[in-house]
T-cell receptor
Framework: GIQVEQSPPDLILQEGANSTLRCNFSDSVNNLQWFHQNPWGQLINLFYIPSGTKQNGRLSATTVATERYSLLYISSSQTTDSGVYFCAVDSGGSNYKLTFGKGTLLTVNP | KAGVTQTPRYLIKTRGQQVTLSCSPISGHRSVSWYQQTPGQGLQFLFEYFSETQRNKGNFPGRFSGRQFSNSRSEMNVSTLELGDSALYLC???????????????FGEGSWLTVV
């Protein structure tokens, strides 16, 4: 099945700093989503982005499908951005599921 | 509109018991899928249902089962609980096929299961 690798596994920032999280995948995808897992466990949708670029406030994401990677940018980070960020993909066909990376644990210090 | 609702949120069970978890999808969503999250294995796919039909199942033993009702609500059941079943169980819904092109998947808050 499709493989998803996220980097870095851990990231520590000071409030106000910018960061880039990366997601590499091993096959073509028809669905790619970025999630933020809050301290209570819920996965919050950030972007649906199988290709192209999107922006939402301080967050933006770019997926280069031909090169099989996606980037999540966080600008002017805040302590509330802390948590685990997951990239999840589906390669289509009859999978009907998302395959998740292991996540990036982001800690933003005040 | 209301998001994906999972009940119960927290539960403690004893080895050998069984447990049933419930999930109500976003109104109008027909696909419901379940995931298990543990520190060691990360997020793993359990199964996906669409219009009461299970279309895919992950690599889990037969003790894990599920179903979907005509109103799209879903339940999953784990029988003969083992310590290793302790995990966060997440339910997700989407309008069309889970994981399909154009279909954003939305997750509930999860059910924290502890097996003692």
């Amino acid at each position: 099945g499709i493989q998803v690798e996220q980097s870095p596994p851990d990231l520590i920032l000071q409030e106000g700093a910018n960061s880039t999280l990366r997601c590499n995948f091993s096959d073509s995808v028809n669905n790619l989503q970025w999630f933020h897992q809050n301290p209570w466990g819920q996965l919050i949708n950030l972007f649906y982005i199988p290709s192209g670029t999107k922006q939402n406030g301080r967050l933006s994401a770019t997926t280069v499908a031909t090169e099989r990677y996606s980037l999540l940018y966080i600008s002017s980070s805040q302590t509330t951005d802390s948590g685990v960020y997951f990239c999840a993909v589906d390669s289509g066909g009859s999978n009907y599921k998302l395959t998740f990376g292991k996540g990036t644990l982001l800690t933003v210090n005040p | 509109k209301a998001g994906v609702t999972q009940t119960p949120r927290y539960l403690i069970k004893t080895r050998g018991q069984q447990v049933t978890l419930s999930c109500s999808p976003i109104s109008g969503h027909r696909s419901v899928s379940w995931y298990q999250q543990t520190p060691g294995q990360g997020l793993q796919f359990l199964f996906e249902y669409f219009s009461e039909t299970q279309r895919n199942k992950g690599n889990f033993p037969g003790r894990f089962s599920g179903r979907q009702f005509s109103n799209s609500r879903s339940e999953m059941n784990v029988s003969t609980l083992e310590l290793g079943d302790s995990a966060l169980y997440l339910c997700a819904s989407s309008f069309g096929s889970a994981g399909g092109s154009g279909n954003t998947i939305y997750f509930g808050e999860g059910s924290w299961l502890t097996v003692v």
